[in-house]
């Protein structure tokens, strides 16, 4: 198995790309939902590499943000992350996706 030279992107832009790949089962309205969710989520990777990306960057997401947000919004923010990981890992971004 190797990593795909794309694994240079940061989690925000394979986050755009993952959500491109998605919106078209999705309603409009959802769409600007996830968009949203991916903004909040990128200041917390600090433009890393989505290769580079550490469970340190996610529990600082926790930490930070999780106080400060609705569970529901909390819940739909992870979703989110999880489904970016696992693009990454499917399209060979990223070797493994730790849980």
């Given at each position: 198995?190797t990593?795909?030279?794309?694994?240079?992107l940061?989690f925000?832009?394979?986050?755009?790309?993952w959500?491109?790949?998605v919106?078209?089962?999705l309603?409009?309205?959802?769409?600007?939902?996830?968009?949203?969710h991916?903004?909040?989520?990128?200041p917390?990777?600090?433009?890393?590499?989505?290769?580079?990306?550490?469970?340190?960057?996610?529990?600082?997401?926790?930490?930070?943000r999780?106080?400060?947000?609705?569970?529901?919004?909390?819940?739909?923010?992870?979703?989110?992350?999880?489904a970016?990981?696992?693009?990454?890992?499917?399209?060979?971004?990223?070797l493994?996706?730790r849980r």
């Open positions: 198995m990593i795909s030279e794309d694994s240079n940061t925000e832009q394979t986050a755009k790309h959500l491109e790949t919106k078209h089962a309603s409009p309205s959802t769409v600007v939902r996830k968009e949203i991916i903004r909040e989520l990128a917390f990777f600090a433009g890393a590499s989505i290769r580079n990306a550490t469970p340190h960057h996610c529990d600082r997401w926790v930490s930070e999780g106080p400060k947000i609705a569970p529901q919004t909390f819940a739909h923010e992870l979703e989110v992350m999880r970016v990981f696992d693009f990454a890992m499917e399209r060979g971004l990223i493994s996706n």
